[in-house]
Nanobody, 122 residues
C-alpha cells in the first residue's frame, strides 16, 4: 500500500483544516487506516483510526469531538477533518495502514505516508 498525506498548513487557534490521505496499490478492505502525529521532541502518537470495511472509527481523547475521520471508498481516500484546532495540535501528521488489527499502536502499522505539517498559532 502506498500512502500520500496532504492538506497541512498554518492556521490560527480555533480554525480548521482537512487532511487527505491517498491510498494506492491494493484494496483496503482488510486494513485499518489511521492518523498519527508527531510533535518536535515527542514520540509519534495515535490520533484516530477507521476500519475500512465496516467504517468503525475511534479517536484519542484529546481530539474526540473536534476531529472527524472519514473515507471515500470510490476514490480510495481517507480524510481527517480537524476543527477547533489548538496550539497543542501542532505536529507532523501521518496516515498509515495496518493489517494486524491492533489499531492504536504505531508499530502495528506497516505502511506510512510521508507526513504533512500542521501548525496552529495562538
Amino acid at each position: 500500500v502506498q500512502l500520500q498525506a496532504s492538506g497541512g498548513g498554518l492556521v490560527q487557534a480555533g480554525g480548521s483544516l482537512r487532511l487527505s490521505c491517498a491510498a494506492s496499490g491494493r484494496t483496503l478492505n482488510n486494513y485499518v487506516m489511521g492518523w498519527f502525529r508527531q510533535a518536535p521532541g515527542k514520540e509519534r502518537e495515535f490520533v484516530a483510526y477507521l476500519r475500512w470495511s465496516g467504517g468503525q472509527v475511534y479517536y484519542d481523547d484529546p481530539v474526540a469531538g473536534r476531529f472527524t475521520i472519514s473515507r471515500d471508498n470510490a476514490k480510495n481516500m481517507m480524510y481527517l477533518q480537524m476543527n477547533n484546532l489548538k496550539p497543542e495540535d501542532t505536529a507532523v501528521y501521518y496516515c498509515a495502514a495496518s493489517s494486524s488489527g491492533r489499531s492504536i499502536v504505531p508499530d502495528s502499522y506497516g505502511y506510512w505516508g510521508q507526513g504533512t505539517q500542521v501548525t496552529v498559532s495562538s
